[in-house]
């Protein structure tokens, strides 16, 4: 009983050891390889931005609300790079990969979330 104990310590050490090593390798490999286009040096900048969204008064960008435009900004995204008026086919592009529901929360305001970024990034370009 006591071997078996041994073994099982064992065993479940070395795969809790090799759990930890593959998630900092994960996290390397992010942080170097930004896979999602996401700059992890950003972040702390992205966080103060959203706390102070609601003072910021000038947008380099009309079409984007300012918390649309801090949560973009956040995602590696220059907002006054993007267009500044929507054609037919990007706002076509935008409903197919969303939904027209979606798309008329957004330009009501609702917040731009990572997700609908990733979706609808393709149709900016």
Known sequence: MKKLLKVLFIFFGVIGNLFWLALIAL???IA?????G???????AA???SQNAETKTTSS???LTPSQESTLQSLGVDTSKLPTSITSA???CFSS????????EIKDGST??????????NCLK
């Open 90 to 92: 990007e706002f076509a």
């Open 61 to 63: 960008n009309p079409l």
């Open 47 to 49: 966080v103060m931005q």
């Open 32 to 36: 170097v390889a930004q896979p999602f």
């Open 38 to 44: 996401i700059k992890l040096q950003s972040i702390p």
């Open 112 to 121: 731009i979330t990572v997700a609908d970024y990733f979706k609808v990034q």
């Open 27 to 29: 996290i390397i490999y």
């Open 97 to 104: 990969k969303l939904g027209s529901a979606r798309v008329q």
